[in-house]
């Protein structure tokens, strides 16, 4: 028990300094691969009968796309902005949803979603990441 305490205080603090490090598009980055690791935990919760620990995690997933949702420049970003918008709203509703009647296949669905997501924000090239920071 107290190694596992250990660990865990280990990895907070590693995950403080990430941020207090990143820039704005790690920053992201790491909220794509924040929401997809706690909604696959969620669902391994799910599977466990842990309903208070899946819902532990469906909340912090919501909350993070709620992140996402607040982070977007509606100015700058336009119609795909707008876009953005209207599918992290969809998935926090399947999210909730999914809490709602311990369902796995929402669960998948904002993962499946998230994932292409993720992975373009990953293979934008550094020259265009500079261009966009300032």
Same mark, same amino acid.
């Given at each position: 028990m107290y190694a596992a305490k250990r660990l865990e205080q280990y990895r907070k603090i590693d995950l403080e300094s990430q941020v207090e =490090? +990143?820039?704005g598009h790690r920053l992201v980055q790491m909220l794509f691969d924040? +929401? %997809?690791e706690r909604i696959q935990a969620a @669902?391994? #919760?799910l599977e466990a009968g842990?309903? #208070?620990r899946k819902g532990e995690l469906i909340g912090k997933a919501v909350a993070i796309l709620g992140g996402l949702r607040e982070s977007l420049d509606f100015k700058a970003g336009g119609e795909l902005a707008e876009n953005l918008d209207l599918l992290y709203g969809y998935m926090q509703k399947k999210l909730l949803e999914a809490h709602a009647k311990n369902q796995a296949?929402?669960?998948e669905e %904002?993962? +499946?979603?998230? @994932?292409?997501? #993720?992975?373009a924000w990953r293979g934008i090239p550094e020259a265009m990441r500079? =261009? #966009?920071?300032g």
């Open positions: =490090e +990143a820039d924040g +929401a %997809v @669902r391994t #919760a842990n309903l #208070a296949q929402g669960l %904002v993962v +499946a979603l998230l @994932r292409p997501l #993720a992975e500079q =261009e #966009a920071i």
